[in-house]
């Protein structure tokens, strides 16, 4: 782990929010009185049940309320701070749309919003438009869309703006098991581009991928924090991974263990795959068969400007010797059809020549042993006569005498 010191991105102390009826008399105490640092460059979760508080502080995050108590910094000003706002990317929980515009009007518009105008935003739009699989649907209003659309789209003007904070609640929901890796990928992109990523989230197993410290929420206080690894691992037990062994190895690990163990709690069992994974290897094979598919289907590929520079100049010397390696073959496969027609033409020639010579033999054979039968006949009939006029003119003799 790196010694180096990471500025913070995110700082609250003491902060607290308190809900007021109309005779500003105490409502509801959402956020009570919590602590926690979010330091740039790591993916931060933000997690509890309904109700605890997640959403209020959000909401003080991005400057959308303001908080009863404490202290709250954001890139090191207050929340509400116009510089801060342009360097934060939020996707709420619900996305709010125009449904009148297309997907790249909205994208335009959210971009122009940050000043983004001509080729640049162009550019963005398009980049976006195919990082999130809706190339397809650019100029289809957003107010068809499925809501695993919208959350895409939500996502890609979340990103206009190549923020340095970004706040993703519930980034996954609607989503397909690949759209929710495909976020999860780019989460831990940005997450190597020195970004910082504020992620609340629900599906637990989410927020195990991706993030590196999370917060849980209850009743508006902090109840754990700490490093994901840390407050996972379970120090009493202990797990080994071995390859597979048959029945007679097996019982021998097993008699060792319990003899130098002293204990008769030990588990055999196979590894398995997760349902995500098992589900995105059925789905790659059935793209690499050609299926076709009616719905979203991103280009596998990131934004360019939300790559680092070294990613970039990795991926095009990437492309280029893929492009390179397959032009190759190609020019070794046409060379091969092409003397594969030459040596098929000169065997063609050779076989046309010898069947024309073996056919003449057979014909010339075939008349001289024509020929041959009808003479062997003549000769015969021609005996036969003789032998008759010989036989008559015997008898002839015998008759006179």
């Known amino acids: 782990m790196s010694n180096v010191k990471k500025e913070s991105v995110i700082t609250a102390v003491g902060l607290s929010k308190i809900f007021r009826d109309f005779w500003a008399r105490p409502k509801a105490r959402a956020v009570n009185d919590i602590d926690f640092e979010v330091k740039q460059g790591e993916v931060f979760g933000l997690l509890g049940p309904n109700g605890s508080g997640k959403s209020t502080t959000v909401k003080m995050i991005l400057g959308l309320l303001y908080p009863t108590g404490g202290n709250l910094k954001v890139l090191g000003q207050p929340p509400r701070a116009v510089e801060t706002k342009k360097l934060v990317g939020y996707l709420p929980e619900e996305t709010y749309l125009y449904k009148y515009l297309t997907a790249q009007e909205t994208l335009e518009f959210f971009g122009s919003l940050f000043g983004l105008y001509g080729i640049e935003l162009k550019n963005r739009v398009d980049q976006l438009l195919d990082m999130v699989g809706l190339s397809h649907a650019r100029n289809r209003c957003v107010g068809e869309f499925s809501k695993g659309m919208q959350r895409r789209i939500g996502l890609a003007q979340a990103m206009i703006n190549d923020p340095s904070l970004l706040i993703l609640d519930e980034p996954t929901s609607g989503l397909d098991p690949l759209g929710c890796r495909e976020v999860k990928d780019l989460i831990k992109l940005l997450k190597d581009r020195g970004k910082t990523v504020v992620v609340t989230s629900h599906l637990l197993s989410d927020i195990e991928d991706v993030c590196d410290r999370v917060v849980i929420l209850y009743g508006g206080e902090v109840r754990a924090e700490g490093e994901l690894n840390d407050l996972l691992q379970v120090e009493e037990d202990c797990q080994i991974t071995l390859p597979k062994l048959n029945a007679k190895q097996t019982e021998k690990v097993l008699k060792s263990l319990r003899e130098n163990l002293d204990t008769d709690e030990i588990r055999v069992s196979h590894p398995k795959m997760n349902l995500e994974d098992f589900f995105l290897d059925v789905i790659n094979k059935a793209k690499q068969e050609d299926v076709q598919t009616a719905g979203a289907v991103s280009s596998g590929e990131i ?99």
């Open 303 to 401: 934004a360019s400007y939300l790559q680092s520079e070294e990613d970039i100049k990795e991926n095009e010397l990437l492309k280029s010797l893929t492009a390179d390696d397959v032009e190759a073959k190609s020019v070794a496969i046409s060379e091969l059809e092409e003397n594969d027609d030459k040596l098929t033409a000169e065997i063609n020639e050779q076989d046309l020549s010898s069947a024309i010579e073996e056919l003449a033999e057979e014909k010339v054979e075939a008349h001289i042993k024509s020929e041959s039968e009808e003479v062997v006949v003549e000769e015969d009939e021609a005996l036969q006569e003789a032998n008759k006029v010989l036989g008559d003119l015997l008898t002839g003799k015998f008759e006179d005498k």
